[in-house]
């Protein structure tokens, strides 16, 4: 399973972005989980995301500027990035899961993409 993000790029204060991600490969089942971004010198932290029940969460810090969304189907999961500010400028990561059985236990195993870099800078 493979995930390509795409989207990133530079843009000036109050702009705006679409991150877009993709699954692809042998896929049977796939949870679209969302976005997480890692800034220089800081942890990956979480943007936004979708829990298994479908509900969304996001960081205090993009609600009302951030909007995520998934296609089930086509197994993508986008975010509209507006107001951007100098402080969003990271690696954005997206996210996923796929279920699998063993012994009788469902376990979750964790997919990453390859990074898209966003700079809001004037």
């Known amino acids: 399973v493979q995930l390509q993000a795409s989207g990133g790029g530079l843009v000036q204060p109050g702009g705006s972005l679409r991150l877009s991600c993709a699954a692809s490969g042998r896929i049977f089942k796939i949870n679209m989980v969302g976005w997480y971004r890692q800034a220089p010198g800081k942890q990956r932290e979480l943007v936004a995301r979708f829990s298994r029940d479908g509900s969304t969460n996001s960081a205090d810090s993009v609600k009302g500027r951030f909007t995520i969304s998934r296609d089930n189907a086509m197994n993508t999961v986008t975010l509209q990035m507006n107001s951007l500010k100098p402080e969003d400028t990271a690696v954005y990561y997206c996210?996923?899961?796929?279920?699998?059985?063993?012994?009788?236990?469902?376990?979750?195993?964790?997919?990453w993409g390859q990074g898209t870099q966003v700079t809001v800078s004037s």
């Open positions: 996210n996923a899961e796929i279920p699998t059985m063993r012994l009788g236990n469902l376990y979750w195993t964790p997919y």
